[in-house]
């Protein structure tokens, strides 16, 4: 059985994304208010929406969920997929690295050959359980 997580999301981490976004909006406004003049306002209009579309995209889709056989992590247009059967241990973190979580009450994960990545779900219980290991294990 599938079971989805979403991730914790910090209240700091969300203010940052809406300012961001924000910007964005004020931007393109800004650009599109100006009547644009040439190929370089309209790159400009582009590359904000891109971006915020990128932005907002990460904020929406960052989940992991697993099945019987692996953890697969969803953040925006980034997946990783990590085998269970892979996992040695899972340690609760703070390490503020970029991974895909939206919080830094983290959890590290250590699987393979030394690779490792760091999630956030809301639900560490629940995620525990679902992927078989703890930090007590």
């Known amino acids: 059985m599938e079971?989805?997580?979403?991730?914790?999301?910090?209240?700091w981490v969300a203010l940052l994304m809406l300012a961001l976004l924000a910007t964005q909006v004020f931007v393109a406004l800004q650009l599109l208010r100006n009547e644009p003049r040439g190929a370089e306002e309209y790159i400009g209009l582009i590359v904000v929406v891109l971006a915020f579309a990128l932005i907002l995209v990460m904020f929406l889709r960052t989940r992991y969920r697993v099945d019987r056989e692996e953890l697969q992590i969803v953040c925006g247009l980034f997946r990783w997929t990590v085998p269970l059967a892979e996992i040695s241990s899972v340690v609760e973190t703070?390490?503020?690295?970029?991974?895909?979580?939206?919080?830094?009450?983290?959890?590290?994960?250590?699987?393979?050959?030394?690779?490792?990545?760091?999630?956030?779900?809301?639900?560490?219980?629940?995620f525990y359980a679902a992927i078989g290991h703890s930090p007590e294990d």
């Open 3 to 11: 079971k989805v997580f979403r991730s914790k999301i910090d209240w």
């Open 94 to 126: 703070r390490n503020p690295l970029s991974s895909p979580a939206l919080s830094l009450d983290r959890v590290r994960i250590n699987y393979g050959s030394g690779r490792c990545v760091m999630v956030s779900p809301a639900d560490k219980a629940g």
